[in-house]
C-alpha cells in the first residue's frame, strides 16, 4: 500500500515560535500534497496545498515546502498561535489517476503553549 | 467552500447491528469519499465514488458496502456491526480539493 510518513508524532511549541511539521512519501507517480487542520469535533479542514511544479507555497503564515527528489515535503508555521493547536495532517495523490484519492500521513498533533 | 454534512453526528448500536451512515453534498461535486479515523491510523479510506450509482473500493472495505443514490447522497452501510468497526468516519466531496463532513461517531458494543 502507498505510504505517507509523517513526523512527528506530536509536537509542543511556544507561542510565537516557528513549528515545522514533516513528511515523505515513497510513490513517485504522487504530484498533489495537501495540508488539512483538524480541531476536537470537526472534520478535517483544507489548510494549504502544492503541485509538484512548485516547491514553495505561502499562505499567510503557513509555508509548505516540497523536495522533489528527496521526496519530501513540510509545513511551517511561524508566529505560532494558540489557535493553531490541532491535528495536522498530510497527504498525497496522483491526479492523472482522473480521482483525487488521497493517502494520508498518521497525523501530528500540534499543542502551542502561552 | 463546499457544504458536506453527515447524520447521524454520534451511534451507539450493539455487536450485529445495521447501521447506515448518511452524507450529503450540495455543491454537486462528481467524487463523494467515506473514511473512517482511528488514532494511530490517520484517515483511511473505506469507499468512493465519482457519481450517481456509481462505487469504487478504497483501501479497508472489509465490513462496508456503499451506495451513490444521487449525484448529493452517499451512504455508508455496516450490515452487521462489530466492535472493531467502532470508529469516527467522515463522509467528504471533490472537484478538484476534497472538503469533509463534521464526521459520525459510532460506537459497536
Known amino acids: 500500500q502507498q505510504q505517507v510518513r509523517q513526523s512527528p508524532q506530536s509536537l509542543t511549541v511556544w507561542e510565537g515560535g516557528t513549528t515545522v511539521l514533516t513528511c515523505s512519501y515513497e510513490?513517485?507517480?504522487?504530484?498533489?500534497f495537501p495540508w488539512y487542520q483538524q480541531f476536537p469535533g470537526e472534520g478535517p479542514a483544507l489548510l494549504i496545498s502544492?503541485?509538484?511544479?512548485?516547491d514553495k507555497k505561502e499562505d499567510g503564515r503557513f509555508t509548505t515546502f516540497f523536495n522533489k527528489r528527496e521526496k519530501k515535503l513540510s509545513l511551517h508555521i511561524i508566529d505560532s498561535q494558540p489557535g493553531d493547536s490541532a491535528t495536522y495532517f498530510c497527504?498525497?495523490?496522483?491526479?492523472?489517476?482522473?480521482?483525487?484519492?488521497?493517502?494520508f500521513g498518521k497525523g501530528t498533533q500540534l499543542i502551542i503553549q502561552p | 467552500e463546499a457544504a458536506v454534512t453527515q447524520s447521524p453526528r454520534n451511534k451507539v448500536t450493539v455487536t450485529g447491528g445495521n447501521v447506515t451512515l448518511s452524507c450529503r453534498q450540495t455543491?454537486?461535486?462528481?467524487?463523494m469519499y467515506w473514511y473512517r479515523q482511528d488514532t494511530g491510523h490517520g484517515l483511511r479510506l473505506i469507499h468512493y465514488?465519482?457519481?450517481?450509482?456509481?462505487?469504487q473500493i478504497g483501501d479497508v472495505p472489509d465490513g462496508y458496502k456503499a451506495t451513490r443514490t444521487t449525484q448529493e447522497d452517499f451512504f455508508l452501510l455496516l450490515e452487521l456491526a462489530s466492535p472493531s468497526q467502532t470508529s469516527l468516519y467522515f463522509c467528504?466531496?471533490?472537484?478538484?480539493?476534497?472538503?469533509f463532513g463534521p464526521g459520525t461517531r459510532l460506537t459497536v458494543l
Open positions: 467528504a466531496s471533490s472537484g478538484y480539493e476534497q472538503y
Open positions: 510513490d513517485s507517480t504522487f504530484n498533489y
Open positions: 502544492i503541485l509538484s511544479v512548485s
Open positions: 497527504a498525497a495523490s496522483a491526479l492523472e489517476e482522473g480521482a483525487d484519492r488521497l493517502t
Open positions: 455543491n454537486s461535486h462528481n467524487y
Open positions: 465514488s465519482y457519481g450517481a450509482g456509481n462505487l
